[in-house]
Structure formats: structure tokens, C-alpha cells
């Protein structure tokens, strides 16, 4: 969800210094016209208006990164010390740990606070991955499709090529 924030307020910002940029393409590109007719001021004051825009754009989105980045690292805050607090009532309770039979340890506690620190940095990358492997699918079913159909052209003779046989074993000798 952050991620696609951060890239609509990549993307708003960029728009307005395009279109600065192009106030400035298209006046270099008419130069001679823009000189010959004193129309230096406007264009300046075109360019000035476009970079303002996109200026006041880009504070408007700093703010709201920082608002994102503040909620995500306060979340990150909270468990954390919701982790290290449940670890620290098993511990002081002797709570047994059900994957080892024996009484929960620091060092346990750890172990399990870092593998799901580690698993929720990752979990974000995880998205990609199914999306080639849902277009890997698509494509066999696609290539499945083709080999499994008919020809609508019709052979002139008889198939007279050799067949390909399987073999159950081999072995290389020297």
C-alpha cells in the first residue's frame, strides 16, 4: 500500500516538471521567434509557474511520505515490543515451548522474534513472484492448448518417420 502511495507522489511530482520541461523545449526549439517578438519575460514567467507548481507539489507530497513512513515505523515499533513483551512473559512464567518440549529461553525468543522480522521485510516481495508464476501457467495453458489440437491441414502421405521411444535406464561406460 505504501509503495504504490510513494509511486502516485513519484509520479504527480514528475508530471509538473515535465511540463516545465516542455515550456523549456519548446521555447528553445522557437528561439528565434520568442527573441524577435520580446517574449523572453513570458516564457520565463511560464517556466517560474511550472517549477512552482511542482515545488508546492513536492511538499505537499513530503508530508504525506512522512506520514506514511511515521505510521509504518510506529507499527514496526509496536511489534516489536509486542514481541519481545510476549517473549518476556514466556520467560518469566516458564512457559514450555511446544516445538523443543522444554521451558521457553532467551535465546528461543530471539530466534523467533528475528525469523519473523526477517519473513515480514520479505513478505513485500512475494507479490512478483506469484505474478510470473500466474503467467507461467497462463502461457502452458496457452502452449497446451496448441499441441493438444488437431491439424487443420491435412497430411499427403502416410507419416513415415521413426518413432521416439522411451527408455527406462541407461548407463555410461568407459
Known amino acids: 500500500v505504501f509503495g504504490k502511495a510513494f509511486q502516485e507522489v513519484v509520479s504527480e511530482s514528475q508530471s509538473w516538471y515535465s511540463q516545465a520541461a516542455a515550456i523549456v523545449e519548446e521555447t528553445l526549439f522557437a528561439l528565434r521567434t520568442v527573441v524577435s517578438l520580446g517574449g523572453e519575460r513570458r516564457e520565463i514567467t511560464r517556466y517560474s509557474g511550472a517549477v512552482r507548481k511542482a515545488q508546492q507539489a513536492a511538499r505537499r507530497n513530503e508530508y504525506k511520505i512522512a506520514v506514511g513512513m511515521g505510521w509504518v515505523e510506529s507499527v514496526f515499533a509496536l511489534c516489536t515490543a509486542g514481541a519481545l513483551y ?23 525468543v530471539l530466534i523467533v522474534f528475528f525469523l519473523v522480522l526477517t519473513a515480514g521485510f520479505l513478505i513485500g516481495q512475494v507479490e512478483p513472484m506469484v505474478k510470473v508464476v500466474n503467467e507461467g501457467r497462463v502461457a502452458m495453458a496457452r502452449f497446451l492448448k496448441v499441441y493438444k489440437a488437431t491439424s487443420e491441414i491435412e497430411a499427403v502421405g502416410p507419416d513415415t518417420r521413426k518413432k521416439v521411444t522411451t527408455f527406462e535406464s541407461f548407463e555410461f561406460r568407459s
Not at 91 to 100: A, Q
Open 86 to 108: 510476549l517473549g518476556m512473559t514466556f520467560l518469566y512464567n516458564g512457559e514450555m515451548n511446544d516445538s523443543t518440549g522444554k521451558v521457553w529461553t532467551g535465546g528461543d
